[in-house]
């Protein structure tokens, strides 16, 4: 199983985490270039790949900036560096 996950790095501490997956490629491409452009309101071409990524209401928006709670439990601010292809064995 392939997926693309958005990767965010903290000013403070320079540690990462992983947020929001999704499972096409172009869609991970619409949602970045949205999060940069501020999350504008959306034409109906890409409405549907907005809906598929947002649909689970556990999934994060992507945003440029978010906060990131340090190992030594400092709180940061995190930027967004973009995503990552990543790929899984499925489990049958």
């Known amino acids: 199983m392939t997926e693309y996950r958005f990767i965010y790095k903290c000013r403070l501490c320079g540690g990462t985490n992983e947020s929001t997956c999704v ?3 172009g869609t991970a491409q619409g949602l970045l270039t949205l999060a940069c452009l501020g999350n ?12 598929e990524a947002y649909s689970n209401p556990y999934q994060e928006k992507i945003e440029l900036l ?3 709670i340090c190992q030594d439990g400092q709180m ?3 930027d967004l560096q973009g995503y990552k292809k990543v790929t899984t064995e499925e489990e049958i």
């Open 40 to 51: 504008p309101p959306l034409s109906a071409q890409i409405a549907n790949e907005w809906h």
């Open 76 to 78: 940061g601010v995190a």
């Open 23 to 25: 499972s096409k490629e």
């Open 66 to 68: 978010t906060t990131h």
